[in-house]
């Protein structure tokens, strides 16, 4: 009994929202969130003892991808039976994954970091380290236009 409550215990907090929505996607017979639940859990499980994992947010962002790219393919096709489905699943991941942040947020962050320290040019590693610390699905791109054009 130990070993399950110890596993249970070194779940992230993802993996604990997925499997409570398994459970309550179960008891309510929701078949289309449970297998999408499912599939969630499946690619987080496969990429945590993969040789060389990334983050959650990352799988999540794969998995959304794939899912767009499909959908065009599906549509262009006619296949709208399949395009709705990934349509559907699309929503579903969509939802645990953080929203992209404003330029401006973006750069409110830049300039508070440039209160408190005097940076460079060189110092953009760190800087897009400390904005997607706090902006986790902020793009490096903007990140770095925005802190070339506060020097």
Known sequence: MKENKTEVDNRTELEQNIDEI????RKTSNTFILNTAKLVKSELSRN????????????????????????AIYNKAGRYDLRDKDSAELGFIQEFIPKEPSEQEI?????????????????????IADVQNT?????????????????
């Open 107 to 127: 750069e409110e962050l830049i300039t508070e970091l440039m209160e408190y320290t005097i940076l460079t040019i060189k110092d953009t590693k760190d800087v």
């Open 22 to 25: 398994i459970e309550k996607a």
């Open 135 to 151: 902006f986790p699905t902020a793009q490096k791109s903007t990140i770095v236009r925005i802190f070339k054009s506060l020097l």
């Open 48 to 71: 945590k003892y993969s040789e060389k994992p990334i983050s959650e947010l990352e799988v999540l962002q794969q998995m959304a991808k794939t899912r767009a790219k499909t959908i």
